[in-house]
């Protein structure tokens, strides 16, 4: 069964950086969109931004501008360049992948912004 394998979380300082990734176990033909969503204590999961095949991209409005998606088509790839990191943007953050056969999420990877 094909898995969603992610890296990247850690504890960064306000104003830092990070960069995840995540990769599928094997590869995936037909891939539709990638993207990367986020849950913080006691809210709903939220969508942090996706990435199509074409290479469209959407963001929540709370990230535009510090945020960065982007995809290695050939290796069934996402990363998420996450720059001048704030307090709120503390979550578990969750890979997501869209294809023919249907939706895969990660595991979730912890993000945790503090002084």
């Known amino acids: 069964q094909v898995q969603l394998v992610e890296s990247g979380g850690g504890l960064v300082q306000p104003g830092g950086s990070l960069r995840l990734s995540c990769a599928a176990s094997e590869y995936i033909f037909r891939v539709y969109s990638m993207g990367w969503y986020r849950q913080a204590p006691g809210k709903q999961r939220e969508l942090v931004a996706t990435i199509t095949d074409d290479g469209s991209t959407n963001y929540a409005d709370s990230v535009k501008g510090r945020f960065t998606i982007s995809r290695d088509n050939a290796k069934n790839t996402v990363y998420l360049q996450m720059n001048s990191l704030k307090p709120e943007d503390t979550a578990v953050y969750y890979c997501?992948?869209?294809?023919?056969?249907?939706?895969?999420w990660g595991q979730g990877t912890q993000v945790t912004v503090s002084s």
């Open positions: 997501n992948l869209n294809y023919r056969g249907g939706i895969l």
